[in-house]
């Protein structure tokens, strides 16, 4: 079956543009996690939906990232005015549940540049 | 913050077991440790989890101590592609299930 999708798999864009990456997470899972990974770091928790709702978004940086999961199953990340600081592999994940032994897989994540 | 530590980075022989410990002192009863590998430029890939029982699957075993206080991941035969960065994650227990990474091991497999 298909895993966690990413698009784009890379974007360039110009500083104080607006961003949008999509997820798709795995058909059926409830829970998605959003991370971000910058150069020789592990990955940073963003946000976590639990079907529609944001349950926890505690590590958003600041109020120009928001993200959205309308109907419980794609996710957007959006980054308004971005800045060069911004420019890392976004990595989005989803688990069947949030359910401590539940394994949660990966996608390819996406890498943005800002210029 | 991350609950776990782990040795920066190692070397294994090909062919050979790679054995990567890692410590998770401060771990809750109920929060299981995980397992993933990132190999350059790719997302990370799930390798294995456990409680408190010794843990095996096709790719890997994991031995958590009695008071689950440390583990270690073990490639019974380590081969070039296993080479990437090996992260030992509790994961947070409660409403979220959110993994926190540390920096993990670089393990390098070499010839």
């Known amino acids: 079956g298909a895993g966690v999708s990413q698009t784009p798999s890379n974007k360039v864009t110009e500083k104080g543009k607006y961003v949008e990456l999509r997820c798709d997470p795995i058909s059926g899972h409830t829970a998605l996690y959003w991370y971000r990974q910058s150069l020789g770091q592990g990955p940073e928790f963003l946000i976590y939906?639990?079907?529609?709702?944001?349950?926890?978004d505690s590590g958003l940086p600041n109020d120009r990232f928001f993200a959205v999961r309308p109907e419980g199953s794609v996710s957007t990340l959006k980054i308004q005015r971005t800045e060069r600081g911004d420019s890392a592999v976004y990595l989005c994940?989803?688990?069947?549940?949030?359910?401590?032994?539940?394994?949660?897989?990966f996608g390819q994540g996406t890498r943005l540049t800002v210029v | 913050d991350a609950k776990t530590t782990q040795p920066t980075s190692m070397d294994c022989a090909e062919g050979r077991a790679a054995n990567l410990p890692c410590n998770h002192s401060t771990i809750s009863g109920n929060e299981y440790v995980y397992w993933y590998r990132q190999i350059h430029s790719q997302g990370p890939q799930y390798i294995i989890h456990g409680l408190k029982n010794n843990e095996t699957n096709e790719m890997a075993s994991l031995i958590i101590t009695e008071d689950r206080k440390s583990s270690t991941l073990i490639l019974p035969h380590a081969t070039l592609r296993d080479t990437a960065v090996y992260y030992c994650?509790?994961?947070?227990?409660?409403?979220?299930?959110?993994?926190?990474f540390g920096q993990g091991t670089t393990l390098q497999v070499k010839p």
């Open positions: 939906f639990q079907g529609t709702g944001a349950a926890d």
């Open positions: 994650i509790v994961r947070v227990s409660g409403n979220t299930g959110k993994l926190i």
């Open positions: 994940a989803s688990s069947l549940s949030p359910a401590t032994n539940t394994e949660a897989f």
